[in-house]
């Protein structure tokens, strides 16, 4: 069985920071394809940023502000969010898959508000 809970969203203004975390149980961060995910609102759901053995890939949107990694040892995964935009208020959601990176993830987490202010 999969969980995902995400925890470290909240209120910042722009140009702020936040780290988000996700507990991971039942994924294995050497297999499996993990990703961050956000919706704003009235908008699709779409990836940010996603990490399995190989490296990380980041939306055009984020690159070079967010930063995904992983703790091995407490099975937490982090997006580090610096430079915050208000386009980037969503919910942000953790993701996974188990093996190779796809289009589609099958677990996701409830997700986590994230608001920027101007």
């Known amino acids: 069985q999969v969980d995902l809970e995400e925890s470290g969203g909240g209120a910042v203004q722009a140009g702020g920071s936040l780290r988000l975390s996700c507990t991971t149980s039942?994924?294995?961060?050497?297999?499996?394809?993990m990703a961050w995910l956000r919706q704003a609102p009235g908008k699709e759901r779409h990836e940010v940023a996603r990490?399995?053995?190989?490296?990380?890939v980041y939306s055009s949107s984020v690159q070079g502000r967010f930063r995904i990694s992983h703790d091995d040892g407490s099975n937490i995964l982090y997006l580090q969010m610096n430079n915050l935009k208000p386009e980037d208020t969503a919910v942000y959601y953790c993701?996974?898959?188990?093996?190779?990176?796809?289009?589609?993830?099958?677990?996701r987490g409830q997700g986590t508000q994230v608001t920027v202010s101007s």
């Open positions: 990490i399995r053995t190989g490296g990380a």
């Open positions: 039942g994924v294995t961060f050497s297999d499996d394809c």
């Open positions: 993701a996974a898959k188990k093996g190779r990176c796809g289009s589609t993830y099958t677990y």
